[in-house]
């Protein structure tokens, strides 16, 4: 999907609180472009709670999920919108006003946060055209794997429309998406009839606990944008575009996780000398970052280990590695604690 998104920004302000804490995150992440997954830490029992289908409308004339999130894609590329979402997680509540609009076939995109300290998250260039891996296997496009083997949503999911809302005065799906396997996080979505913009989205975990809430108070999708409207956007590399829509990046890592759960294939890869070597994985919903940097051998003999969690989003920390090679290794993502340890624990030079 679109790579700022709510759910993004909100992790690139994890790195920059992360920053200000003295954790060595020296990167600006905006990665994986997807509608994002955000639901409050509320509840164990039942967390789907639709509104119940119509008389008139039986669940057999529900549309189908694939034919949903593929307007779903197609929608957040090409809907000038603008609204005001509620940002719920571990007993915390933020607001913000999104804005996204199409100017010349680019995209802009930008976040404000309303309580808090005053801050903006913006961007802006990239071609309304480019489709990222997650774009790909969002709309059901499988992705073959040099194994042979190839990466498809249906694969890792089990997803169904499953009834219907009300969100922000607008009738909406709302849809399922139950994990396969251990290895990723349940999805619900609500999504607007008229628009196909998720107006309400839940992370929740295997033990049906809702992670994160993002909902929205308040959507215009009648609205207009200049330029002028997104001011101090940084610009999208559109080198991802560049590419033959099935191929997947290179990552050239001398460190590289030796296990990824299976369903994520490699969608991004990027390397400064500040922020070392950047890997994103996704599997159309979810998606996690791998950062390898090298670092000074007068730090190298340090032992030292975190873990955060925000709601769904999980940061892992490690210091390892020979004396001759020490590296930081971390990882930022929307999947479980346990299977981030194994892909971060997994970290080893490449042969």
Same mark, same amino acid.
């Given at each position: 999907?679109?790579?700022?998104?709510?759910?993004?920004?909100?992790?690139? %302000?994890?790195?920059?609180?992360?920053?200000?804490?003295?954790?060595?995150?020296?990167?600006?992440?905006?990665?994986?472009?997807?509608?994002?997954? !955000?639901?409050a830490q509320i509840a164990?029992?039942?967390?789907?709670?639709?509104?119940?289908?119509?008389?008139?409308?039986?669940?057999?004339?529900?549309?189908?999920?694939?034919?949903?999130?593929?307007?779903?894609?197609?929608?957040?590329?090409?809907?000038?919108?603008? *609204?005001?979402?509620?940002?719920?997680?571990?007993?915390?509540?933020?607001?913000?006003?999104?804005?996204?609009?199409?100017?010349? *076939?680019?995209? %802009?995109?930008?976040?404000?946060?309303?309580?808090?300290?005053?801050?903006?998250?913006?961007?802006?260039?990239?071609?309304?055209?480019?489709?990222?891996?997650?774009?790909? /296997?969002?709309?059901? +496009?499988?992705?073959?794997?040099?194994?042979?083997?190839?990466?498809?949503?249906?694969?890792?999911?089990?997803?169904?429309?499953?009834?219907?809302?009300?969100?922000?005065?607008?009738?909406?799906?709302?849809?399922?998406?139950?994990?396969?396997d251990e290895y990723r996080? *349940?999805?619900? %979505?609500?999504?607007?009839?008229?628009?196909?913009?998720?107006?309400?989205?839940?992370?929740?975990?295997?033990?049906?606990?809702?992670?994160?809430?993002?909902?929205?108070?308040?959507?215009?999708?009648?609205?207009?944008?200049?330029?002028?409207?997104?001011?101090?956007?940084?610009?999208?590399?559109?080198?991802?575009?560049?590419?033959?829509?099935?191929? +997947?990046?290179?990552?050239?890592?001398?460190?590289?996780?030796?296990?990824?759960?299976?369903?994520?294939?490699?969608?991004?890869?990027? !390397?400064?000398?500040?922020? *070392?070597?950047?890997?994103? %994985?996704?599997?159309? /919903?979810?998606?996690?970052?791998?950062?390898?940097?090298?670092?000074?051998?007068?730090?190298?003999?340090?032992?030292?280990?975190?873990?955060?969690?925000?709601?769904?989003?999980i940061i892992l920390l490690?210091?390892?590695?020979?004396?001759?090679?020490?590296?930081?290794?971390?990882?930022?993502?929307?999947?479980?604690?346990?299977?981030?340890?194994?892909?971060?624990?997994?970290?080893?030079?490449?042969?």
């Open positions: 999907m679109i790579a700022t998104h709510p759910r993004v920004c909100q992790n690139v %302000y994890i790195l920059h609180e992360l920053k200000k804490a003295k954790f060595a995150f020296g990167f600006f992440l905006c990665v994986f472009g997807i509608w994002g997954i !955000f639901a164990h029992a039942n967390v789907i709670h639709p509104r119940q289908a119509s008389p008139n409308l039986a669940p057999s004339s529900f549309p189908q999920a694939s034919d949903v999130l593929a307007k779903v894609v197609s929608a957040l590329k090409h809907t000038n919108y603008r *609204g005001r979402i509620t940002y719920e997680q571990n007993g915390k509540l933020e607001v913000m006003e999104v804005s996204h609009a199409v100017i010349g *076939g680019l995209e %802009y995109e930008k976040i404000y946060f309303l309580n808090g300290d005053d801050r903006e998250l913006a961007k802006q260039g990239k071609s309304v055209g480019c489709q990222s891996m997650g774009d790909k /296997l969002l709309s059901g +496009m499988p992705i073959n794997l040099s194994s042979g083997n190839f990466a498809a949503l249906e694969k890792s999911y089990r997803m169904a429309v499953i009834g219907e809302d009300r969100v922000a005065g607008r009738s909406a799906w709302v849809l399922q998406m139950l994990p396969a996080h *349940g999805v619900i %979505y609500t999504i607007d009839k008229s628009s196909y913009i998720p107006l309400k989205t839940m992370y929740v975990s295997s033990s049906r606990k809702v992670l994160e809430r993002l909902h929205f108070v308040s959507l215009d999708t009648d609205v207009s944008f200049k330029v002028e409207d997104f001011p101090g956007s940084t610009e999208y590399s559109n080198t991802r575009c560049k590419r033959d829509k099935t191929e +997947m990046p290179q990552g050239e890592s001398q460190w590289k996780p030796s296990w990824v759960p299976p369903g994520f294939v490699l969608s991004a890869y990027s !390397f400064t000398e500040e922020d *070392g070597h950047i890997e994103t %994985y996704t599997d159309g /919903l979810a998606s996690f970052t791998v950062i390898i940097k090298p670092l000074q051998e007068q730090v190298a003999s340090a032992n030292f280990s975190t873990n955060l969690r925000k709601g769904a989003t490690r210091h390892y590695g020979s004396a001759q090679m020490p590296i930081q290794a971390s990882l930022l993502g929307e999947i479980p604690s346990d299977v981030a340890g194994r892909i971060l624990s997994s970290v080893k030079p490449v042969q």
